[in-house]
């Protein structure tokens, strides 16, 4: 994939298909080690050892349209190819918990991309599930929650256009500074 938002994007989706109702995102940058953290965690169905360890093959999928999953393998390879890894912690019954780390400084190293979108796109089109979005740089950090913006409006939906668009444009602002201080 040419940016590293559409795997977030697509593991997220494998969170969702396993009826997960809280999604964490974590976008963790260490300037000094020069490596990203993705971790993507979810309470949903969890996987068995088997499964876990099949889930890293193209050729193994879970889903009935169609006969390999490529997601898990190539966010794997974009991790290994810049002297990362990627691990899967899960319990059927818990959840699933997806980590990878980039070495920033490779030049296989994969740009972030629009994670700003991702994020909006998972949260409007998601309405009944709760996410959880964490970017941090260094010592800054900025968490979106849409159980405290679920709070705060009350019977407004996520997918409001309104609020969709102020959601953009938090995520924009705060996530634009965090990258700018370090």
Known sequence: MRELSLNILDVTQNSISANASLIEIEVIEDS?????????YDNGKGMTP???????????????TRKVGMGI?????????????????????VGTRV?????????????????????VTLISMNTD????????????EFVLSTQELKAVLGDVPL????VVQWIKEYLHENCSEISLKK
Do not use: C
């Open 50 to 64: 088997e499964q876990v360890e099949s889930v890293k093959d193209p050729f193994f999928t879970t889903r009935t």
């Open 73 to 93: 393998p190539l966010f794997k390879l974009a991790a290994e190819q810049t002297g990362g890894s990627l691990s899967i912690e899960s319990q059927v019954g």
């Open 159 to 162: 997918d409001e256009p309104s």
């Open 32 to 40: 000094e080690e020069k490596t990203m953290l993705i971790g993507i």
């Open 129 to 140: 599930r709760d996410f959880i979005y964490r970017y941090k740089v260094d010592e800054n």
């Open 99 to 119: 980590k990878t780390v980039f070495k920033t400084d490779s030049i296989d190293f994969t740009p972030l991309g629009d994670i700003e979108s991702t994020i």
